[in-house]
């Protein structure tokens, strides 16, 4: 099963920005990745998504601020987070998920679909 092991997580005012990167362990080409936040006494919620083919997706409340992508050559998923509000802070999980090498759809939100998950990367936004 893919390894995922997150990062960049820390504690920012808000407005200010974050990277968060995501590594996996296996060729990152075999996946569909994610990205969702579970904040302390609530539900966890979608992020962010992206597949293969570089079609993403976003939650409606990070639309515009933040954004993922992928580097194939280095394994690795980011999600850079910029103006940072409070109601961002929480604990960010980096999901994916294997498809067939022919399959193209675009990525999904549901946390459901996706297979692994990482241990997670704190953020913290303070006002």
């Known amino acids: 099963q893919v390894q995922l092991a997150e990062s960049g997580g820390g504690s920012v005012q808000s407005g200010g920005s974050l990277r968060l990167s995501c590594s996996v362990s296996?060729?990152?080409?075999?996946?569909?990745m994610a990205w969702f936040r579970q904040a302390p006494g609530k539900e966890r919620e979608s992020v962010a998504a992206?597949?293969?083919?570089?079609?993403?997706r976003y939650e409606e409340s990070v639309r515009g601020r933040f954004t993922i992508s992928a580097d194939n050559a280095k394994n690795m998923v980011y999600l850079e987070m910029n103006s940072l509000e409070p109601e961002d802070t929480a604990m960010y999980y980096c999901?994916?998920?294997?498809?067939?090498?022919?399959?193209?759809?675009?990525?999904?939100?549901?946390?459901?679909?996706?297979?692994?998950w990482g241990p997670g990367t704190q953020v913290t936004v303070s006002s």
């Open positions: 296996d060729t990152y080409g075999r996946y569909y």
């Open positions: 992206i597949n293969r083919s570089n079609i993403t």
């Open positions: 999901a994916a998920r294997a498809v067939n090498i022919l399959d193209s759809f675009p990525p999904t939100l549901s946390g459901a679909w996706y297979a692994s």
